[in-house]
């Protein structure tokens, strides 16, 4: 494939924070962006060149946007994937429709991970109350039901303790079917994002730590504070994954490291996630430079660090009542997402502080080092 010329225009399908930050990298590398979103003025099309706002399903619009740009990326999941079929037959689409398929529905990902030997929490199926009796009993409780699609931060899964709650939660989540997961006791969670290029080249940002608060990533550390061995076998795993996906673009991989050692996928992104923001303050080429290269067809450079990394984010009024005290604490890295309404949940902004590389402090440290002037 032949690498897009600088003033070629890259589409972005979602308007997120996620769409503005890879539109930012597009920019520094000469790119145009056009949003494809539903709404108006959000944080990508704040910064972009051009927006189309229409639904996802909206085959017309989506044909226009086609014709104005010279390859398609994706910034979330939860688009139809028909809609990626429809503008496959037009322009490249990058990653594919067949990756987005498998991230969006935990069935498919947990089948096609285990069927490359990828280990993942022991699961089965939910389609109804007999399947979750066989399953319920088959694992040990406790364990967690989840809808198969369109839950994130923790949205539309249950723990469940008992057999009664287990029925409860079956109830409850909503869309059927579900997946019952085994509960993993977790030492720590965390996770790998790798680059891959059309033609196969690769490169991987080390393992992180990610921490959540409420569900919703509070914290990443960068380099994950974990044993050489384990941080190596983390990336051999995503690196497969995203071999075995033929992946052209970027994904995220999230694991469980349990309280053994050993790794358990849990999900996969297949576009810059939360858990890579650091990249963008701590590496040369950050995590949204290296999706816009995947896609652009543009050299992978390696995914080396020149620092080490904590990454707070801040979600809601709460955390954001802070933004003041934080732009004037030195050492603080403040990224705003341009959002004007701060609801509760919603994530907002993030700060970065880089430490030199090989000196991110233990929990004392970084405490200190999340404090700011209030
Ligand atoms: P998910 O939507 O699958 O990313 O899950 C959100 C969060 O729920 C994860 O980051 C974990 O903290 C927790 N979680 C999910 N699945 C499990 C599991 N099988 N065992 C223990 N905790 C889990």
Redesign the pocket.
């Known amino acids: 494939m032949k690498p897009l010329a600088p003033g070629a225009t890259i589409g972005i399908i979602g308007g997120g924070q996620l769409g503005r930050m890879s539109a930012m990298a597009a920019a520094r590398l000469g790119y145009l962006t056009h949003i494809f979103t539903p709404e108006p003025g959000g944080p990508a099309s704040q910064v972009a060149a051009r927006t189309t706002v229409a639904p996802y399903t909206d085959d017309d619009a989506l044909c226009r946007f086609a014709d104005d740009v010279d390859v398609v990326t994706f910034e979330f999941e939860n688009l139809p994937a028909e809609s990626l079929d429809l503008l496959s037959n037009l322009k490249p689409v990058r990653p594919g429709a067949k990756i987005l398929r498998i991230s969006q529905d935990?069935l498919l990902e947990k089948q096609f991970l285990n069927d490359i030997g990828i280990p993942t929490?022991p699961?089965g199926p939910v389609h109804n109350e007999a399947e979750l009796v066989d399953e319920a009993q088959r694992h040990d409780l406790p364990?967690?039901l989840?809808t198969t699609r369109l839950?994130?931060?923790?949205?539309?899964?249950a723990?469940c303790r008992t057999e009664a709650e287990c029925c409860d939660a079956f109830d409850a989540l909503e869309p059927k079917p579900l997946i019952l997961?085994?509960?993993?006791?977790?030492h720590s969670?965390i996770s790998v994002i790798v680059a891959r290029g059309e033609n196969g080249d690769i490169s991987s940002f080390d393992p992180v730590e990610?921490r959540?608060k409420h569900?919703i990533l509070d914290l990443t550390l960068a380099p994950a504070p974990l044993p050489l061995e384990t941080l190596a076998e983390a990336t051999r795993m995503a690196r497969r994954i995203a071999e075995s996906l033929e992946l052209a673009g970027l994904l995220a991989v999230?694991m469980?490291v349990t309280s053994t050692g050993s790794l358990?996928v849990?999900?996969i992104a297949p576009r810059p996630h939360n858990s890579g923001h650091w990249t963008l303050d701590a590496c040369p080429a950050s995590q949204f430079e290296m999706h816009i290269r995947a896609v652009a067809g543009l050299p992978l450079p390696p995914a080396t660090r020149h620092s080490d990394a904590v990454m707070k984010n801040l979600v809601g009024p709460e955390d954001m009542a802070g933004w003041p005290a934080i732009l004037a604490t030195p050492g603080l890295i403040a990224h705003h997402y341009g959002k004007t309404e701060a609801r509760p949940g919603r994530k907002m902004a993030h700060f970065t502080r880089l430490f030199p590389r090989g000196s991110l402090p233990g929990e004392f440290g970084i405490e200190a080092a999340l404090k700011f002037k209030s």
């Open positions: 935990r929490a699961w364990c967690i989840k839950g994130y931060d923790g949205k539309g899964q723990l997961e085994a509960f993993v006791d977790f969670e990610n959540h569900h999230e469980f358990l849990n999900e």
